[in-house]
């Protein structure tokens, strides 16, 4: 049971990066569906001298969301050599450990990747799918996430930050888990809501923990950091950018940019979290995927005569594509209760189904900062319709079959739109058809219930059992009784 693009060298690789670095402990990690990670340690010899990047580990299936019933349980992991990283904060003698992230495989030694799978099965078809058509897709994510010294939810304070309304009614305020950040008051600073995009030291606090993350990131991850800095929300929000790669590639690095943000975290004392809207009435965390299109060594995407982005008919017909599934690809992309309060007007999230240039209150935006031939390896499209709460497998691979439909369909995109859309009147927007993405979970669930493109992505079983966890996830949302209902309606 080995895939074929698993070569002895990768392994031999690997082998030799444990023996050098003394690694005792690796932790072998997959995800599921809904792109939380799980992960087990074994000892480094069940790789160096063992059969673990050959035959794989075994595993329960049944105890991981959207896998395996207790009668058909038993699966197996098997560790993509090539994701090895060194842990550097498991340095002392009997904790030097590393990770690794691999497919999960059918007991009995199936030829390929389970369907339940997001790597395996999902990503990897996907990519198959481009190269049958002689593209091969590169994605890059802007993620964006909220550090914060504690996080009680049983402690709830008066929030007074905003008035949604202006305080021109009883709306004022709300009981609320309050997120305590050291951002709020930095040294005598108070940095206002929405207004710490780009904030320097002193007033912004996370430069330290953003250059550690991204340093790790660097020297034993195999990443290339393009940038960080902090984002416009009050409380610790920052965002990190690293350079495009291919779909699975980059999956596996989203992946592990969550977990390095985690523990680096952890051991300052220190919560982060990718959850998409922790602070009201503040901006929340998304992640833009910025993705391309490639035939061999040409940026098929960039078109030197095209006047209004140099974007080709090929771009063209893959953001018709990408609007054309938009409502349904929601679901994917914002797969949380949560998502939904941020994708709300005057928040920089991209609530209308258009597509632009630089105008970022657009869905699909191509990004212009350069021009000519010399910059056609960073003609793009940015699709802003997603959050850091999505399962980077499922999310890339279902944007790449959705743009690959428009090519196949030569769906046009009509015409771009370069307003503020935000400031248009509903009139207005109507004039233009402008349609807007769901505004709850469930609505997302019913548009990607009846979007083929979708299902054959992901496969009937992921399918089904995505839809099936996020239902669950409305229905309990729907009858939890929140403290902003006691507040507003226990006197009536």
């Known amino acids: 049971m080995k895939p074929s693009d698993i070569f002895d060298e990768?392994?031999?690789?690997?082998?030799?990066?444990?023996?050098?670095?003394?690694?005792?402990?690796?932790?072998?990690?997959?995800?599921?569906?809904?792109?939380?990670?799980?992960?087990?340690v074994v000892p480094a010899r069940e790789f160096i001298e063992g059969n673990a990047f050959t035959s794989g580990l075994g595993f329960d299936g049944s105890s991981?969301?959207?896998?395996?019933?207790?009668?058909?349980?038993?699966?197996?992991?098997?560790?993509?050599?090539?994701?090895?990283?060194?842990?550097?904060?498991?340095?002392?003698?009997?904790?030097?450990s590393a990770i690794v992230i691999g497919d999960v495989y059918e007991a009995y030694g199936g030829s390929s990747p389970s369907e339940v799978d997001p790597r395996g099965y999902v990503a990897k078809r996907a990519v198959k799918a481009a190269m049958e058509m002689s593209y091969t897709g590169y994605f890059a994510p802007e993620i964006e996430c909220f550090i914060f010294s504690s996080i009680d939810p049983t402690r709830l304070v008066w929030d007074l930050w905003v008035s949604p309304d202006g305080g021109k009614s009883d709306s004022w305020g709300a009981p609320r888990v309050m997120p305590q950040s050291?951002?709020?008051?930095?040294?005598?600073?108070?940095?206002?809501?929405?207004?710490?995009?780009?904030?320097?030291?002193?007033?912004?606090?996370?430069?330290?923990?953003?250059?550690?993350?991204?340093?790790i990131l660097e020297d034993y991850f195999g990443f290339r950091i393009e940038k960080h800095h902090h984002e416009g929300a009050t409380a610790g929000q920052i965002e990190i950018n690293f350079q495009y790669g291919e779909l699975v590639e980059t999956a596996d690095r989203t992946i592990y940019c969550k977990f390095v943000a985690k523990n680096v975290a952890k051991r300052r004392g220190l919560i982060v979290t990718f959850m998409p809207k922790p602070v009201y009435l503040d901006n929340a965390s998304g992640m833009h995927i910025h993705v391309s299109l490639w035939r061999g060594n040409a940026n098929v995407m960039y078109d030197e005569s095209d006047e209004y982005a140099e974007l080709s008919q090929v771009g063209r017909y893959f953001v018709g594509g990408l609007l054309e599934h938009a409502r349904a690809l929601t679901a994917v992309c914002c797969p949380t209760v949560n998502s939904y309060k941020r994708l709300v007007p005057g928040f920089e999230a991209p609530i209308?189904?258009?597509?632009?240039?630089?105008?970022?209150?657009?869905?699909?935006?191509?990004?212009?900062?350069?021009?000519?031939?010399?910059?056609?390896?960073?003609?793009?499209?940015?699709?802003?319709g997603a959050d850091p709460s999505c399962n980077p497998y499922l999310a890339f691979s279902c944007l790449l079959m959705a743009g690959l439909d428009g090519i196949k369909r030569k769906i046009d995109p009509g015409d771009p739109v370069d307003e503020d859309i935000y400031k248009m009147t509903p009139e207005r927007r109507r004039h233009l058809g402008i349609v807007e993405l769901p505004t709850t979970l469930k609505e997302a669930l019913d548009e990607m219930k009846s979007d083929e493109v979708i299902h054959r992505t992901l496969g009937s079983h992921i399918f089904d059992a995505f839809i099936e966890y996020k239902?669950?996830?409305?229905?309990?949302?729907c009858l939890y009784i929140t403290p902003w209902e006691i507040m507003k309606y226990l006197d009536y």
Do not use: C
């Open 10 to 40: 990768s392994i031999k690789a690997a082998i030799e990066k444990l023996k050098v670095n003394r690694v005792r402990w690796v932790h072998t990690a997959f995800v599921d569906i809904r792109g939380l990670m799980h992960d087990v």
């Open 64 to 96: 991981v969301r959207g896998f395996k019933s207790i009668e058909e349980s038993d699966m197996v992991i098997l560790p993509d050599p090539r994701t090895l990283a060194i842990l550097p904060w498991m340095s002392d003698d009997n904790q030097r």
């Open 182 to 215: 050291p951002e709020i008051t930095s040294g005598g600073y108070v940095i206002r809501p929405r207004e710490a995009y780009y904030k320097p030291p002193p007033e912004d606090t996370t430069i330290e923990y953003r250059n550690e993350v991204s340093a």
């Open 352 to 384: 209308y189904v258009v597509w632009s240039r630089r105008n970022r209150s657009a869905l699909i935006r191509i990004p212009v900062y350069h021009r000519g031939p010399e910059y056609a390896a960073y003609k793009r499209i940015e699709y802003r």
């Open 471 to 477: 239902m669950n996830d409305w229905r309990q949302y």
